[in-house]
């Protein structure tokens, strides 16, 4: 994303209408008060390592990766520091790379793994690693020695998702790799939840268990495991008992609950997604428009075409099956969704005028259409939705 795409304050501006009317809205108010929300369902009271080990409270860190979901990463990295935040997780060593060079001086966790030859950048960018095996810890001890430094780590646990993590019965050998290693700082250790929004505890509750186990482990090989963090957004809205520990948090802290109906606190939808309308035009029964034909006029119909498409990040297959909302009502999308255009049914709304204000992903009027809207009517996740808004589309901060 440009800089030129993340300055926008205001869309109604004159400047902004300059260019192609389509936008994203970021509120970073909605962001923050998710975030508030989201770290008073900890209880510090309960935080506990083990028997003589240290207790950090537990916290909320925000992740930050894939471009904060959409959102814009340095922006929302920036938002967030108002808010108190002092760390972040982000998913890749150049994820937190940017964020160096956009100024984000918290700490930074890169959640998976380390590819090889890497160990320099992150530690050029002070950037905190997660490591899942001896090799691992050996090639950045190596790394920080070589730069008469240390390196944070936090070791990644498996206690069930199964991709990456030192897997929890077989920490021994990863154990004895951080005591030999003089250039390595453990500051934490976590896992990752596979089924936390299932409504079947069983699977996740033995995740539980096993990291329980694991973290025995740590106190009797006399290491001190630091910050422990378990639940990911579904683990800490649906399992109370996860709470003793941190957790990083990302689809809650745009606004979304895995599971809606279990979630403690309302969350509020971080972005929406705007255009305005474009040319109006009328055909008359038995012609069609848009590609292949979709949709064939049944009566005399009047219609706008709007300037955004499934290259913006409005999936294709929405064709037939999505509405917007204008002036505060629902208005049907007709015929093909394309790489840059829709068309919209205004036939009943003769109020409906050029340059009116279009809301794709948001709320008016009693109105409103949300990620959850199209990820059902998909079959996916509300992530791949916001993940889906493409870099062209400007992101507006307010």
Known sequence: MNAENRIQKNPANSSQQAGRPTWAEIDLQALKENYRSLCSLHSPALSGNGPGMPVPPPRVIPVIKADAYGHGAAQVARALEEAGVRMFSVGAVEEGAALRRAGISQDILVMATTWRGQESQALENRLILA??????????????????????????????????????????????????????????????????????????????????????????????????????????????????????????????????????????????????????????????????????????????????????????????????????????????????????????RPEVQTGDEVILLGTAGGCSVTADTWAEALGTIPYEILCGIASRVPRIYK
């Not at 934490?188 to 033995?206: C, I, K, M, N, Q």
């Not at 997604?273 to 006029?297: D, H, W």
Request: a positive charge; one cysteine or more; charged letters at 25%.
């Open 131 to 348: 490591v899942d095996s001896p090799g691992a810890v050996e090639r950045l001890n190596c790394a920080a020695g070589s730069r008469d430094a240390a390196a944070a780590v936090h070791v990644k646990v498996d206690t069930g998702m199964g991709r990456l993590g030192m897997r929890w019965d077989s920490l021994k050998p990863l154990l004895d790799s951080l005591k030999k290693s003089k250039h390595i700082s453990l500051q934490g250790v976590f896992s990752h939840l596979s089924s936390a929004d299932e409504r079947d505890p069983a699977y996740t509750l033995g995740q539980r268990s096993r990291f329980e186990r694991a973290l025995a482990e740590f106190n009797q090989a006399g290491l001190e495991p630091g910050e422990i963090h378990f639940a990911n957004s579904a683990g800490l809205l649906c399992h109370e008992g996860f709470r003793q520990w941190g957790s990083r948090v990302g689809i809650a802290l745009y606004g979304y609950a895995p599971d809606r109906d279990r979630s403690p606190i309302k969350l509020r939808p971080v972005l929406s997604l705007k255009t305005k309308v474009g040319p109006l035009r009328q055909i008359q029964p038995g012609e069609s428009v848009g590609y292949n034909r979709r949709f064939t006029a049944s009566r005399t119909t009047r219609y706008a075409t709007l300037p955004i498409g499934y290259a913006d990040g409005l999936p294709r297959r929405l064709s037939g099956n999505c509405r917007v909302i204008i002036r505060n009502r629902p208005a049907e999308v007709i015929g093909t969704i394309s790489m840059d255009m829709i068309t919209v049914d205004l036939t009943d």
